[in-house]
C-alpha cells in the first residue's frame, strides 16, 4: 500500500532551474532518510542528495552548491530544487526512502522517476 510519487521534471534550457517534489502515501508508521537519484542512458543509477529525518544533508560533488535538498515531514514529502542546471544534469530522477509501514518493518521504496532534459 505504501509508494512514492514524484513530480517536477522536464524540459529546460542551460542554466535554468527545476524543482522535483515526491510524496509518500499509504499507511505509513514512520520515515527515516529520504533521498534523490539519476540515471542517465547508459551509464549506473548514482546518488544526487539525500536527507535524514532528523534534517542532515549530503550531496555529489557535481550538483554540490547548484542542488538543495529539503523535507517536510508532515506532508511526508521530500524536494530537490535544482538550479545553474547543465546538460550532464541530463538523466532519470528517482526518489527514495527509507519508510516502515502500519506494523511492519522498514524496507526501502523507490518512485517510478521523473525525467530531466537540459538543452544546450
Known amino acids: 500500500q505504501v509508494h512514492l510519487v514524484e513530480s517536477g521534471g522536464g524540459l529546460v534550457e542551460a542554466g535554468g532551474s527545476l524543482r522535483l517534489s515526491c510524496a509518500a502515501s499509504?499507511?505509513?508508521?514512520?520515515?527515516?532518510?529520504m533521498g534523490w537519484y539519476r540515471q542517465a542512458p547508459g551509464k549506473q543509477r548514482d546518488l544526487v542528495a539525500r536527507?535524514?529525518?532528523?534534517?542532515?544533508?549530503n550531496y555529489a560533488d557535481s550538483v554540490k552548491g547548484r542542488f538543495t535538498i529539503s523535507r517536510d515531514n508532515a506532508k511526508n514529502t521530500v524536494y530537490l530544487q535544482m538550479n545553474k542546471l547543465k546538460p550532464e544534469d541530463t538523466a532519470v530522477y528517482y526518489c527514495?526512502?527509507?519508510?516502515?509501514?502500519?506494523?511492519?518493518?522498514?524496507?526501502?521504496?523507490w518512485g517510478q522517476g521523473t525525467q530531466v532534459t537540459v538543452s544546450s
Open positions: 499509504g499507511s505509513i508508521f514512520s520515515i527515516d532518510d
Open positions: 527514495n526512502a527509507a519508510i516502515q509501514p502500519l506494523l511492519k518493518r522498514t524496507t526501502d521504496y
Open positions: 536527507i535524514t529525518g532528523g534534517g542532515t544533508t
